[in-house]
């Protein structure tokens, strides 16, 4: 079946890396994402990952897909006050659409 | 350009009563979905519309839940009647595509609390 399972809280020091983990159980999804949100606001893609690749980079987000695990997860390099929100992590199915099953979320909290 | 705009943000009702929520897609995109968030979870699809047509409406409660998207625009939501078990937060949210990675825009979403 479809479960995606996430770490529920991370707290870390400004300035220092942020690692959010992410495990899934189906081996057919197609993408992985990482989504956040912010108080009050919908949902915003952050990055993606297609299921064949096994790392991602942009700017301060590095993503790393270990298949074999079906472990998922996000760095965010020199953490900033600003990324304190929830981030979700997701995946998708072929068969013509990408239908998003989120896990729980991780609330990042980011102190000085 | 303007994103996903939802009304209202908030909308508190007594149990057994309607509730509609609206949506009005990021302008161009055919596909839209709404999506419902419990307090600390996930969002869970309910339903996705392709243009006017629901082609995934499988996690829809249909005994009290309905939507529709006339001319393939805008889309309601509605619950009739309302339990308190339907207190969440609906997301809605439109791509460009289907299929491919298709990044998703999401709204703010509706805050619904039933008493």
């Known amino acids: 079946g479809e479960d995606v399972e996430q770490s529920l809280f991370l707290s870390v020091r400004e300035g220092d890396s942020s690692v959010i983990n992410c495990t899934y159980t189906d081996s057919s999804s197609t993408y992985l994402y990482w989504y956040k949100q912010e108080p009050g606001a919908g949902l915003q893609l952050l990055t993606y990952i297609f299921s064949n690749m096994d790392m991602k980079q942009d700017q301060r987000l590095t993503v790393l897909l270990n298949k074999k695990d079906k472990h998922l997860s996000l760095r965010i390099a020199d953490t900033q006050t600003g990324d304190s929100a929830i981030y979700f992590c997701a995946e998708s199915f072929s068969g013509g659409y990408n239908k998003l099953i989120f896990g729980a979320g991780t609330r990042l909290a980011v102190h000085p | 350009e303007a994103g996903v705009v939802q009304s209202p943000r908030y909308k508190i009702i007594e149990k057994k009563q309607p509730v509609a929520f609206w949506c009005n897609p990021i302008?161009?995109?055919?596909?839209l979905y709404w999506y419902l968030q419990n307090l600390g979870q996930g969002p869970e699809l309910l339903i996705r519309?392709?243009?006017?047509?629901?082609?995934?409406d499988s996690q829809l409660p249909k005994d009290r839940f309905s939507a529709e998207r006339l001319k393939g625009v805008d889309s309601t939501l509605k619950i009739q009647p309302a339990e308190l078990g339907d207190s969440a937060v609906y997301l809605c949210?439109?791509?460009?595509?289907?299929?491919?990675?298709?990044?998703?825009?999401f709204g703010p979403g509706t805050r619904l609390t039933v008493l």
């Open positions: 302008s161009g995109h055919n596909t």
């Open positions: 949210a439109s791509s460009l595509e289907a299929g491919g990675p298709g990044e998703q825009f």
């Open positions: 519309y392709e243009n006017e047509e629901a082609v995934d």
